[in-house]
């Protein structure tokens, strides 16, 4: 009887791809602790996010720096992703107002950032990427194409997505489709 193996692949193949001075790449490694932020006191939570991660909770829709390199999301005002270099996330990330759950396995993470990078995402992202309704820091979850997502505009040219990692293949498709367009 043949033995059988797995073996792990990434999740991305096809990277990276540029297209004028626009550059689309599957993040390496990378971590995601998803939050799971509680009802309650909104200061509390916000000090225990602070005392636990290092770092400020941010506005719903909003993103902001934490320590060693590392973005806290926040897409609904009940989830955050804290997403970081390297593959770990902190271990200790309870209190009483969250949990944490390591997701690194779960989420792949695609930066796209250029001159073309918006005009990319426009043709399959629905809500507005303007600068008054999506500036710099501002976190979305909605449909990439078929492909649900978490979208943060890290700078004015410079996007971070997190796509499940069963669809990271088609989403990075859809845009590389994109881009070839614009």
């Known amino acids: 009887m043949p033995e059988l193996r797995l073996t792990e692949t990434p999740a991305i193949v096809r990277a990276p791809v540029e297209r004028g001075g626009t550059r689309l790449v ?7 602790l998803t939050l799971v932020l509680r009802r309650g006191d909104p200061q509390r939570l916000a000090q225990e996010i602070g005392a636990a991660l290092d770092c400020d909770l941010p506005a719903v829709g909003g993103s902001t720096d934490a320590t060693g390199g590392a973005r806290l999301l926040r897409p609904a005002a009940e989830r955050a992703h804290l997403v970081t270099p390297g593959s770990s996330v902190p271990s200790a990330a309870e209190g009483e107002t969250f949990y944490g759950i390591d997701q690194s396995d779960y989420w792949s993470c695609l930066n796209l950032s250029g001159p073309l990078s918006r005009a990319c995402l426009e043709r399959l992202w629905k809500p507005d990427l303007g600068d008054a309704a999506f500036p710099p820091g501002a976190v979305a979850r909605s449909a990439l194409g078929p492909v649900a997502a978490v979208l943060c505009r890290l700078r004015p040219a410079a996007y971070l997505l997190l796509v499940p990692r069963s669809y ?10 994109s881009l070839a367009w614009v």
């Open 26 to 32: 599957a993040v390496g490694e990378s971590g995601v």
């Open 168 to 177: 990271a293949q088609a989403g990075f498709d859809e845009l590389e489709t």
